[in-house]
């Protein structure tokens, strides 16, 4: 770490910067130093041979977070990514959070089709194969559900890590055909402004998107991170509406049904819609709000030294770019920019950093994202006084977490 | 189909429409043999692949809340009864009440710090329950249901909510007619 990088070091409200600046680079006065002799089984005999399809490291110990279904409906449920434990943008294929309305289904793409109807002037069905033949596009995106964070709308703060509490995002490199080259071949009546999407799934999965969304950003996602979609992600195809709350992202496409108004199905108006404190319910509320959180350090995580730490955690919006982070270690009193590690893009997941020095101070880290709107990222009581106090969809608010003067760091509400 | 022009379309044939079809054939050949589609930038309404089948008569499944795609068919919440004690009470009750899967009451809870958001006091239409019970229910036995059988379902829970009587007779044609509570609790943030 040099002098530079320590100048940023953020004052914790505890010490005086110069005395920060006094303290160890390391906080490690000693350490382990391995013999330079080959010893390992592993430097010593052949390893294992080529495989089919790889793995992980099973030291790596990656695994998704179950979040459960309902008792009566298992495969009603979801799991999160271990936000916690991964770094750079990319979600793997593997730890893609999933929430399924009932189950995933396992589909034979030979007998799964594609069709285009209502207000058309010709209905179209395609066949997967048809589908892989279309001029496709790759863009990187973010993906949230709407539910995402919800554990942080409740009365106790909860003692879990940033993937149990925040982990409903991803962020793949999708690959797929644009809507509109298909719209455009079955013929948009000029009074269509929805597209009904429906999903192959025991569920049936159906939304409304509008036009204006459908004719833009959308397309018909077929390959994530560069194979196809995962069974869990809607292989063979889903729909993909960059920005918006997941659910409207219909996995297992099976229809596009064209029409005038909405058809304001059960998922659009029972559920997915964010209840206000008069009582009246916002509907079609898309897009995800600016939103970052520190992934390190994160919940049940223990500093086991004193010295310095990189926090970093993601930052996104569904209103475009992320322009700015800004990191506190004293609970929102003061707020330092962090290094915006990726290149910043639209709709898509951005890192970013700053090093920390941690001598042993009691401190609440936060994060604290701006997009290229200005729109700020709420503190946890301007996010809750939008909704109803049960609302949970939709929530943006600031994550704070606690740093104990033993290094045990906690999910807080501040 | 997109090889032609908007005008042809309008008048288009069969014979026409088998030309067109050895036309796609040949512009599938020239596809692979000539990857130029590409490098010139693609632009549908030029001519794509257009490997999509006319599917004239598809009809789908989707129910709007206008009533728009609702299946022919009518029952009763009289003979909705036996149905949802055998295929809907185990998670939802006898009643409909059963905690955390209710569908009945909350009319008047939305506005207080425990909203109770059901079939009675949230949803806005009573054909989109239609759908949803016809797509998505009963759990782990979807879409099991006869289109009498929804309709009696659906009469059922909004009789349980006191929207309909007991021997009042649900439809197609009067579905969409069904006075919802709740119908105008929402603000719609999108065109």
Redesign the interface.
Known sequence: MDQDSINQVIDGGLLPRRALLKASALGLATSFVLPARATENWMLHAGEPQSDYGQPSPFARLKREQTGG?P??P??GSSSTPLQDLNGTITPNSLHFERH??GIPAIDPRRHTL????DV???????YE??L???METHQYFLECSGNSFRNTLATPLDLTAGSLNGLISNAEWTGIPL???L????VADSA?WV?A?GAD???M?RSV?M?LALDKVMIALYQNGEPLRPAQGYPMRLFVPGCEGNISVKWLR?L?I?A??????EE??KY?E????????????AMGVKSLITSPSGRMTLNRKGLYEVTGLAWSGAGTIRGVEVSADGGISWEPAVLQSDPRPLALTRFRLPWRWVGQSSILQSRATDEQGQVQPSRATALARY???GFYHYNGIQSWHVSSAGVVKNVYV | MSLAPGWLKMSMCKPFAAHMRTLRTLFRVLLVAAPVLAEAGFDPRNGGPGLGRPAPDYQGTIVSGDGSGLPQGSSSAAQGEAIFALRCAACHGVDGQLAGNSLVGGIGSLATASPLKTVGSYWPYAPTLYDYIARAMPYNDEKSLTVDEVYAVTAYVLYLNRIVELNQVLSDKNLADVNMPNRGGFIELQE
């Open positions: 309902h009566l409906g495969a009603a309305h009932s069709t285009l109807y209502g002037r010709q209905p179209l069905q395609f066949r048809d589908l033949a279309y001029p509109h080259y298909l455009d071949e079955a013929g402004r009904i429906e025991a569920a049936g159906t509008p204006s229809s049904k029409q108004q909405p058809a304001y199905t059960r108006t029972s819609t209840l206000l404190p008069n009582g009246k319910a916002e509907m079609f509320s898309l109803s106090p049960a």
